[in-house]
């Protein structure tokens, strides 16, 4: 029970769902309130669909499409500072530029908020550490995502507490942090490309 608590916390930890809130807050400000918390419950099922799939076939998929791992984390990177910057300096369309209601499918809310690389990656780290408790490992990871899952729904409360102005702003300040972990992400990228070439 331990290792499935310790394995939950990590993943909670990764997923880091109060630090995506103001994102989930300002990708959905467009949509109705009502049509808001169905479209958080789909792509959230997405990402727990996508992030079983990693963690039981993982590394055999990334063999199977010829892609490393930290090529997933320089992707990653590039997607997140992308988003980042439409945060910094808004469109009409908002965050992901899209026409007034237009609902996100997977990008960004699934991937890579939830199912990011860094998630991936540590699925795949259990898995291949400790193939036999591959139970654990899934009851841990349902246990972060519903636990995520509560924070995310919260987003409409958390909207009519702040209001646009204090989203906007929020959203801006977010945008900045985006930016350094997307920064991060694509150098811990990089520098694993590099020493895994190094090695040979």
């Given at each position: 029970m331990f290792e499935v608590?310790?394995?939950?916390?990590?993943?909670?930890?990764?997923?880091?769902?109060?630090?995506?809130?103001?994102?989930?807050?300002?990708?959905?400000?467009?949509?109705?309130?009502?049509?808001?918390?169905?479209?958080?419950f789909r792509e959230l099922c997405i990402a727990l669909f996508i992030?079983?799939?990693?963690?039981?076939?993982?590394?055999?998929l990334l063999t199977f499409l010829q892609v490393k791992q930290e090529t997933v984390s320089i992707a990653g990177g590039i997607?997140?500072?992308?988003?980042?910057?439409?945060?910094?300096?808004?469109?009409?369309?908002?965050?992901?530029?899209?026409?007034?209601?237009e609902e996100p499918l997977i990008v960004p809310l699934a991937v890579p908020l939830v199912a990011g690389p860094?998630?991936?990656?540590?699925?795949?780290?259990?898995?291949?550490?400790?193939p036999d408790k591959m139970l654990h490992w899934s009851l841990a990871l349902l246990l972060a995502w519903a636990l995520t899952s509560v924070?995310?729904?919260?987003?409409?409360?958390?909207?009519?507490?702040?209001?646009?102005?204090?989203?906007?702003?929020?959203?801006?300040?977010?945008?900045?942090?985006?930016v350094m972990i997307a920064i991060q992400m694509l150098l811990n990228g990089i520098s694993a490309y590099i020493r895994h070439f190094a090695a040979y």
């Open positions: 608590l310790s394995a939950a916390t990590l993943l909670f930890l990764i997923m880091d769902p109060l630090g995506n809130l103001p994102i989930y807050m300002s990708v959905l400000k467009s949509i109705e309130p009502k049509r808001r918390t169905w479209v958080i992030l079983f799939v990693f963690l039981f076939s993982g590394r055999a997607i997140l500072f992308i988003i980042a910057i439409r945060m910094i300096f808004p469109k009409p369309g908002g965050v992901m530029d899209l026409p007034e209601g860094s998630t991936m990656a540590a699925l795949i780290l259990l898995a291949n550490q400790q924070i995310l729904l919260l987003s409409g409360p958390f909207h009519r507490l702040l209001t646009d102005k204090g989203l906007r702003a929020i959203e801006r300040l977010m945008g900045m942090i985006l």
